[in-house]
């Protein structure tokens, strides 16, 4: 019988012997290797992370004593001892939960995270109620180095350390972010490694923290000894570990980056990197193409390159033409500003999961200035993602900023029109929704001056019914178009916008002339969304709409196609209730 | 001839003495003085950076080297000395400029700004243009104490450090932000100026920033060599100057907080307190009356108590039951939800402007949790404020939140019901766009439970037309419904909305059989809000609507009846959009 199989919840911990606790870490660390090469998730950082957790479960007594992750990239131990071994053993059951925390998975899970940065302030919030409800228990937030540089982390950061009371932060410092760390940050953190803690200046002792360092975050007797010093305690404090990303698997200790997080089949070398033309390729191309051209290009990223292409060899090439300014999305944001302020050029590439974390700096810093910097949004799409990562909304949030211009290409072409055009002007910050599935092909010229701003393009001029396509969506109203006339006989108008944030509202007058019913499909919610803005235009003439995408809700790994059906976003279900409004 | 007559541009300033330089700072705060108690603006800062400001642009050569002023509520002597000291001292020309930086009044202002911490990421992005750009050119940044809490600064203040390059962030610590400062980086700050800025650890230092200490900050000797001595540098390089909030005006140093920013005549005590109730006072009183009702009940508020009527008075009784979290937008929700996870009953009080900084927090670390805190947003309301602190975008921002109920109360009976349905309610994130204006009375009974989502209130049946007033607007639905009978003899139906982030889609069904056109008011802007919801679900009917609301735009001082006139939302303008639309 293995150590592992005598232990389901933390309390079974309690009596195991210290070789035991060492066996078990050694258990786990083969299982999660095994599980997640199986299924793909977070690799380095839970191979990372698995003696602190053991540790943290033998010193402290949860859920009586409250422990918070940020971002939850290293939470997997802390569920195989919290009830949920199962899931990570049995095959059959590892798609039933999350790889994020989860309060209805258990009482040992305190959030749902899966942004980053932000268990600080959360923490701060339960250390407030323990203490005006006058209840007695540790809280402890674990959080990564990467995670430091973003402001929220910040903030909260600020804020713990002016408590007069016990919350212990647990800074798992194993020298990366998702990609290598930037700031200046990290140049202390190596001080404080290469110094066991004793150096100075110590970023933590200048907010007020206490301060612990443990320098092998991976040796259960150190973590074991620190965690016991700082249990109960009065006062703030800080407990920095070194630990090492990937721990016990060769390839992952090596390469930090690529096996941050991993496809299944990983480790045996079954993803080959993509060799095909994608939307992320072609967009890379042109960033070296621009780079080589214009010295003042320059491409932002915050601390997700590999999601975006960014891989290191691309990133050497770009040279000064690239900066990755560490998980620190509002930074990103007011810096491309200034940026296209003193005239370079500027383009930020981000996740529609992470660009909502900087929507104030988006209207203020660039957007009230005008600024031609540009953004991109990646993967800005109706998705089977956990509910912390669905790019859904960004339509909504972005297309409603003034001055802000927000296109949706709907081809190759059109996309490289549109990036090209927005990096040359400079009278917009201009973002586009960079396409999600394979490259299309326009089959037609596409334009090459988008400041004609809000214009849209008529392809088929129908009647009777007009159909919207936005961006991603496009291709499911030529598949609507075909139905259409192929089931009820009419030529539909269709319409590519072009445009998210705005509308053209010179076009859609005009379809009151021949057309009983305007149809939108938009890839993304529709309340707030570009629907909506044609919806309110038409409906002053008493012009039938229908708005199709997705309803306004935390979905959470459903998958794609059952989203589809929910949304009624398959062509014949389209064409159903587009029959159905025509009765 | 004084010497403020032979200065209008920094380099009028280049041959002065420094007695004259002095001199000239004498002058400038005399106007200043003046000036602010006639029309109103930010006070102590303002009075507290003349010096500082001097000696920038006596050291420095803008518009060459580049100042940035972080939220530019201390920019009124670098207006003065860049050729805008007309708008100063004439007092005809008081009202003509921003009291922000606006680079469309000088090329020596480079960023429109009005929301904090910004302005070492938007230096950063300047830093960065010029070496890619290889010119040469001092970048510096200037930054209050206070601002230094928000989390954008932090970004930007790590990014800054990282470079290998010049950037001289000036920070002003006057030992104050809006209101006293809180978190552990003052203690920090407190100790820097108690050592003269030779104690461990330093913030700045850890960070990685190259360090000046200036101990009178207000000492233009002191400040020129400070200036001087960083000059050129190839660091980024941290200026910390003590100056002192208010200096030259007895009540602005003793009262800080009341003369950060103050009414036209407040010097003479032309502003007694209000003693009027009022949505803010009611509020308060609430607050008390809970706070002693129960222990976990706990007020937050990012650093703007005064403009909530949180008074020093207040916030004294309300005790352990209040907490200043700093200019931390992005903590406070998430500390809120960690709050109301743990059982506190938590209230965060924030404008309208500045909930936009946390959309994320909103989303992620709140609703997607769905902890029961509750967000009171206030002055949330189509204005003639700055360009910068607009109060009209928030709900095409909180609405389109999945499970965060954003609700619009039209009395002060419904107000305090919705309140302490909020509060006792332990299933949703509520938040709440406190009323602007005078007290309303319901006149009418108030629902007490709003846990069936998204219900209008139909307060008259009629037909024809239905009007949807929503929240501030509920006012103007009733003057307009008024006038519809009188003028059109029209009996329309009126609707309270009550709920912004959702529509009563069997209410709005049922319109269709007795109604042509149905019309939504709202107080804020009409993309993304409210009514593009309603035309939405009245558009799959057929059903005319007409959406009255503000612009997408960011407006910039313009008088509120202009705005009004505008954006047709005048009671006669409404009417006559609605006599021509039944045509």
Do not use: L, N, V
């Given at each position: 019988m293995s150590v592992l199989d005598k232990v389901n919840f933390p309390q079974d911990l309690k009596t195991l012997s210290l070789a035991e606790l060492q066996t078990l870490a050694d258990e786990i660390r083969r299982l999660l290797i095994y599980k997640i090469d199986a299924t793909g998730g977070h690799f380095g950082p839970n191979l990372g992370f698995i003696e602190p957790t053991i540790a943290l479960h033998y010193v402290f007594n949860s859920p009586t004593d409250q422990v918070v992750f940020d971002v939850s990239h290293q939470c997997y131990t802390h569920k195989i001892l919290t009830g949920r071994k199962a899931y990570f053993t049995n095959p059959a059951k590892y798609h039933e939960i999350s790889g994020y925390t989860n309060p209805q998975e258990s009482e040992h899970d305190w959030f749902v995270v899966g942004h980053t940065s932000t268990d600080p302030s959360l923490a701060v919030g339960l250390a407030m109620a323990r203490d005006l409800k006058k209840e007695h228990r540790n809280v402890i937030a674990v959080i990564g180095d990467g995670s430091l540089s973003g402001g929220e982390a910040f903030e909260g950061l600020d804020n713990a350390a002016a408590l007069h009371t016990n919350l212990i932060i647990v800074v798992n410092d194993n020298e990366m972010s998702i990609a290598p760390n930037h700031g200046g940050l990290y140049g202390n953190l190596a001080l404080l490694r290469r110094t066991q803690g004793?150096?100075?200046?110590n970023f933590f002792k200048a907010l007020g923290f206490d301060y612990v360092y443990v320098d092998d975050g991976n040796n259960l007797p150190s973590l074991i000894r620190a965690f016991e010093q700082v249990k109960d305690t009065p006062r703030p404090t800080v407990v920095h570990l070194h630990t090492l990303k990937g721990k016990g698997c060769a390839q992952a200790e090596q390469n930090k980056e690529a096996f941050h997080w991993i496809l299944p089949g990983t480790l045996e070398g079954k993803n080959p990197p993509a060799t095909q033309d994608s939307y992320d390729s072609i967009t890379v191309d042109y960033f070296l193409k621009k780079h080589r051209e214009d010295p003042s290009f320059i491409v932002l990223n915050p601390a997700t390159p590999g999601a975006v292409a960014l891989t290191p060899q691309i990133r050497a090439q770009l040279g000064e033409g690239f900066a990755d300014v560490g998980i620190a999305e509002e930074h990103a944001v007011a810096c491309a500003s200034g940026l296209a302020r003193a005239g370079a050029k500027p383009v930020l590439a981000v996740l529609s999961s992470f660009i909502q974390r900087a929507y104030d700096q988006l209207s203020q810093d660039l957007a009230l200035n005008n600024n031609p910097a540009v953004v991109l949004v990646y993967g800005g799409s109706i998705s089977g993602a956990d509910a912390t990562h669905l790019g859904c909304f960004d339509m909504a949030l972005l297309g409603n900023i003034p001055n802000l211009v927000y296109l949706a290409p709907t081809s190759q072409e059109e996309y490289l029109a549109m990036l090209n055009w927005a990096v040359r002007q400079t009278e917009h910050a201009v973002a586009i929704r960079v396409p999600v599935g394979p490259l299309a092909a326009a089959g037609r010229p596409v334009a090459t001056d988008y400041s004609p701003l809000n214009r849209f393009e008529t392809v088929v001029s129908g009647r009777e019914v007009a159909l919207l396509g936005l961006g991603n969506f496009y291709h499911l109203a030529e598949q609507v178009h075909e139905l259409l006339e192929q089931q009820l006989g009419i030529r539909a108008t269709l319409i590519n916008p072009r445009y998210i944030s705005g509308v053209d509202r010179e076009c859609l007058d005009r379809l009151t002339e021949q057309h009983r019913l305007v149809v939108t499909l938009e890839d993304g919610i529709v309340e707030g969304g570009f629907g909506q803005k044609v919806a309110s235009c038409c409906a002053k003439n008493g012009l039938k709409v229908l708005n199709f995408g997705a309803q306004k809700e935390f979905t959470d790994r459903v998958p794609t196609e059952e989203l589809y059906r929910r949304f009624h976003l398959t062509p014949q279900q389209i064409v159903q209730d587009i029959q159905n409004a025509l009765k």
């Open positions: 004793k150096g100075e200046p």
